[in-house]
């Protein structure tokens, strides 16, 4: 049986896992072991990271994979980076499964910006009260920003080492409702939301209750992503990957 590795840490991951365990494969998600109590997939489970392109050039090796499928967060650009050498290093198919990004509506109030230091420094010169939403990794480049005050929404608290900005945390895990970040905005009287521009349906209803209210969000665009083949979905990911074992 033809052996996958699947680099997760998405739902998106999470799902092709689960709809794989029903063709003949044999799947391993890996994830990076950053949140201590993760959703884990369905199947063989690998934690923690490789060692870099050499570390996973040689995981592929030695556990004979067969194909990779990268279907990390959009903003997890060196995994995906890693992934594309090692591909080549190995010679195996790799499949780059990354959601469509959000586009931008009528009514919606957008700064877009390509990193989140910009994202910071953008929300010194209009925000008092804002909604951040971009993960505990990169809350310290918003620790120095001591004019403004901070709703910060993670899977988990970061340790106790980490600076962050003035606020309070709200732990939660996606998906959310329409209804729950409006009740978000209301409550804090929000008035600016950093988001990062990471697609799909999980996290897109702050951006409409954004749009609802005439809050600005401040848009962290995506890194580049490796040339290579890539899909949209969970299900053209499950097609392609059938496709290739039909062809080996
Ligand atoms: P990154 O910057 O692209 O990767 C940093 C290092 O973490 C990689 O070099 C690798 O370590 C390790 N790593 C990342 N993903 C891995 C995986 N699936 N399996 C094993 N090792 C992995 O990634 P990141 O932005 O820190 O994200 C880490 C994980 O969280 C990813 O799996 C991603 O899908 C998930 N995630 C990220 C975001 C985000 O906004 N960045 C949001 C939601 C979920 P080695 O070099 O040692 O192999």
């Known amino acids: 049986m033809k052996r996958v590795l699947i680099l997760g840490g998405t739902g998106?991951?999470?799902?092709?896992?689960?709809?794989?365990?029903?063709?003949?494969?044999?799947?391993?998600?890996?994830?990076?072991?950053?949140?201590?109590?993760?959703?884990?997939?369905?199947?063989?489970?690998?934690?923690?990271?490789?060692?870099?392109?050499?570390?996973?050039?040689?995981?592929?090796?030695?556990m004979n994979i067969d194909i990779l499928i990268d279907a990390t967060h959009?903003?997890?650009?060196?995994?995906?980076?890693?992934?594309?050498?090692?591909?080549?290093?190995?010679?195996?198919?790799?499949?780059?499964?990354?959601?469509?990004?959000?586009?931008?509506?009528?009514?919606?109030?957008?700064?877009?910006?390509?990193?989140?230091?910009?994202?910071?420094?953008?929300?010194?010169?209009?925000?008092?009260?804002?909604?951040?939403?971009?993960?505990?990794q990169q809350l310290p480049a918003f620790a120095k920003l001591s004019d403004i005050w901070f709703i910060m929404r993670l899977i988990e608290l970061p340790l106790p080492s980490t600076a962050v900005p003035q606020g309070i945390f709200l732990c939660d895990r996606g998906p959310f409702s329409l209804d729950n970040e409006r009740e978000i905005l209301q409550k804090y009287n929000i008035d600016t939301i950093v988001s990062k521009n990471s697609g799909g349906d999980a996290t897109i209803a702050k951006i409409i209750a954004a749009r609802e209210f005439g809050i600005p969000v401040v848009m962290v665009n995506r890194p580049p992503t490796p040339p290579g083949e890539r899909v949209s979905n969970v299900d053209e990911a499950l097609i392609w990957l059938m496709k290739k074992l039909d062809n080996n």
């Open 12 to 62: 998106d991951a999470t799902q092709l896992a689960a709809k794989a365990a029903t063709i003949p494969v044999e799947i391993i998600s890996s994830l990076a072991g950053r949140t201590t109590n993760p959703i884990s997939p369905t199947g063989n489970v690998r934690i923690g990271g490789f060692g870099g392109e050499t570390g996973l050039t040689n995981y592929i090796k030695e």
């Open 74 to 136: 959009p903003f997890a650009a060196q995994i995906s980076f890693n992934a594309a050498i090692a591909a080549t290093n190995t010679n195996i198919p790799r499949l780059m499964l990354i959601r469509p990004t959000w586009e931008k509506q009528p009514g919606d109030i957008w700064i877009e910006v390509d990193s989140v230091e910009s994202a910071a420094a953008t929300l010194h010169n209009h925000a008092k009260k804002v909604f951040l939403t971009v993960g505990k």
